[in-house]
């Protein structure tokens, strides 16, 4: 978990941030380095660096947006998550966004205790 950055989620949370997250398994692996040919492996994602899992190919859109901003902070995976291209013009990831942004909170909090 990111020092100060989030607090731990309540099994209910957790719960609905695993069941979110069977939008995202078709193209993410959560196993360290099980990266799929859409995409990389979301270990450890929260707080980890953007476009920096070595061997997979980012689209130059998710570079950009790692030149930008470096670290996948909380705050910054919430706004991608929901809407991916705005953050990220012309990113490849087919996803188009999660609108509920207590959705996106559980999501990202179930996320970010299974790297504890």
């Given at each position: 978990?990111?020092?100060?950055?989030?607090?731990?989620?309540?099994?209910?949370?957790?719960?609905?941030?695993?069941?979110?997250?069977?939008?995202c398994?078709?193209?993410?692996?959560?196993?360290?380095?099980?990266?799929?040919?859409?995409?990389?492996?979301?270990?450890?994602?929260?707080?980890?660096?953007?476009?920096?899992?070595?061997?997979?190919?980012?689209?130059?859109?998710?570079?950009?947006?790692?030149?930008?901003?470096?670290i996948?902070?909380?705050?910054?995976?919430?706004?991608?998550?929901?809407?991916?291209?705005?953050?990220?013009?012309?990113?490849?990831?087919?996803?188009?966004?999660?609108?509920d942004?207590?959705?996106?909170?559980?999501?990202?909090?179930?996320?970010?205790?299974?790297?504890?």
């Amino acid at each position: 978990m990111v020092a100060g950055a989030i607090v731990a989620p309540a099994p209910a949370a957790q719960s609905r941030g695993e069941r979110l997250y069977r939008q995202c398994f078709a193209c993410h692996a959560l196993e360290p380095g099980r990266d799929t040919p859409a995409g990389p492996s979301l270990h450890a994602i929260v707080g980890g660096p953007i476009a920096a899992r070595p061997g997979f190919n980012y689209s130059p859109a998710l570079r950009r947006l790692a030149a930008r901003h470096r670290i996948w902070t909380p705050a910054l995976l919430d706004r991608f998550i929901a809407d991916p291209e705005v953050l990220a013009p012309g990113t490849e990831m087919g996803f188009t966004g999660m609108s509920d942004p207590g959705a996106r909170r559980a999501l990202i909090l179930w996320l970010d205790a299974r790297d504890d």
